[in-house]
Structure formats: structure tokens, C-alpha cells
């Protein structure tokens, strides 16, 4: 069974320019979540979907982050404009229901220049 | 709100030896889960273990086991017959029972080296 998939694994972006990345989640999995993880600190949640429906993105800033899962699958986390703060690294993760077992990915290392 | 708390920044341990990394958690809640995450160089965070807190026996996988004492908030990962493959960063994490807040919630993680 494949794991979660994401890409890309790293993205190197100037202060101000867009950013996306995109998660495929374990097949099966309704439940999808985005993480941020600053350097040397543990994940912290930005957003979760049940299926399509974003049902917890408290986390999530509006300002700048934007995120979907249109079909209820594949999911893209979008920020614009990137600022120097946003260098970090973006895990996906998903679970077969909320309250199983998540499954990460291999994140994407984002650095803003 | 919950908090998750690994007052170790790092630790190393003798290949072949035994090693413990520490967690304490605050939560009002009585039901929850407990987790203990590995994530290497290459970043795939990894399951390393779970406990269900009303669970009383604590959870082992192969050479991985868990001390969890509830009533002093403690979760405790013992790695016995350490290998080189076990240095990475472990993570421990809280997550609620309620559909509502399933979010994981980590502590800062321990980075733990292995010496051949």
C-alpha cells in the first residue's frame, strides 16, 4: 500500500512569490491534515478535512494560506505572498477517520529567500 | 487546552543498550490517546507506538515499550537492544478522543544518537 505523497520535497522561493504544494493521501483516507513544522520543533496543525469539507482550519492563516480538496482526495496548501517567517517544513498526514491512526508524509522543506 | 512537554533535547545511547526518553502531558480530559512518532533525517514521520489511556497495560512493539503512568501525566518510550537505525528525532503526542479535536498535539521532540 503506498504512503502519503507529497511534492514537492523541497521548493526554494523568493519573499512575496506564490507557493503550492500538493498531498495524495493513503487511498481510503477521509480524513486529510496539513502540519507546519518550524526547525526543531514539533508539528503543529493548520488544517483538517473530513472528505471535502474543512472542518477545523482555526490554525490556519487566512491572510495569506489557502487550501482545498476539491474531490475529496488530493489535496493543495497555497500560500501568497510568501514571507521569510513561512520557511519551514509542510507535512501532510491522513487517517481513515478522525479518530485513526495518522499517517504522515515525507513533508516539503520550504525556504523563502 | 493540552500540552505536551519533552524536557530533553537530546540523548545518546551505546548500540545495544537500553535508553529512555521521557514525556508528561497536562490534559483535563480522562479518555485519550498517546503517541510516540520517529522522524529521521529523511523527515517521514513514522509511528513508532500507541496507547489508549484507558488502557492500564502498557503498549510494547518488538523492542519499543511505553511506561505510561496516568495519574502522573507521564509517557515514558523505552528502546531496548538500540540500533544504528533508531537515531532520529522522536516525537511525543496527545491526541482527544472527541471527533471534534483530533488534532495531534507534539512536544518539541528529543534527538537521540545512537554510538556504534
Known amino acids: 500500500e503506498a504512503g502519503v505523497v507529497q511534492s514537492p520535497r523541497y521548493k526554494i522561493i523568493e519573499k512575496k512569490q506564490p507557493v503550492a504544494f500538493w498531498c495524495n493521501p493513503i487511498s481510503g483516507h477521509n480524513t486529510l491534515y496539513w502540519y507546519l513544522q518550524n526547525l526543531g520543533q514539533g508539528p503543529e496543525l493548520l488544517i483538517r478535512y473530513e472528505n471535502e469539507e474543512a472542518v477545523d482550519d482555526s490554525q490556519l492563516p487566512k491572510d495569506r494560506f489557502s487550501a482545498e480538496r476539491l474531490k475529496g482526495v488530493d489535496s493543495t496548501l497555497k500560500i501568497q505572498p510568501a514571507e521569510l517567517g513561512d520557511s519551514a517544513v509542510y507535512l501532510c498526514?491522513?487517517?481513515?477517520?478522525?479518530?485513526?491512526?495518522?499517517?504522515f508524509g515525507p513533508g516539503t522543506r520550504l525556504t523563502v529567500l | 487546552a493540552q500540552t505536551v512537554t519533552q524536557s530533553q533535547p537530546e540523548m545518546s545511547v551505546q548500540e545495544a543498550e537500553t535508553v529512555t526518553l521521557s514525556c508528561t502531558y497536562d490534559?483535563?480530559?480522562?479518555?485519550?490517546?498517546l503517541f510516540w512518532y520517529k522522524q529521521p533525517p529523511s523527515r517521514q514521520m513514522i509511528l513508532v507506538i500507541r496507547q489508549e489511556a484507558y488502557k492500564q497495560q502498557n503498549a510494547t512493539e518488538n523492542r519499543f515499550s511505553v511506561n505510561f503512568q496516568k495519574a502522573a501525566k507521564s509517557f515514558s518510550l523505552k528502546i531496548s537492544d538500540s540500533q544504528l537505525g533508531d537515531a532520529a528525532m522522536y516525537f511525543c503526542a496527545y491526541r482527544s478522543v472527541t471527533g471534534a479535536n483530533s488534532k495531534l498535539t507534539f512536544g518539541k521532540g528529543i534527538t537521540l544518537s545512537v554510538r556504534p
Open positions: 490534559t483535563s480530559e480522562s479518555d485519550y490517546y
Open positions: 498526514a491522513s487517517s481513515k477517520a478522525t479518530r485513526d491512526t495518522q499517517y
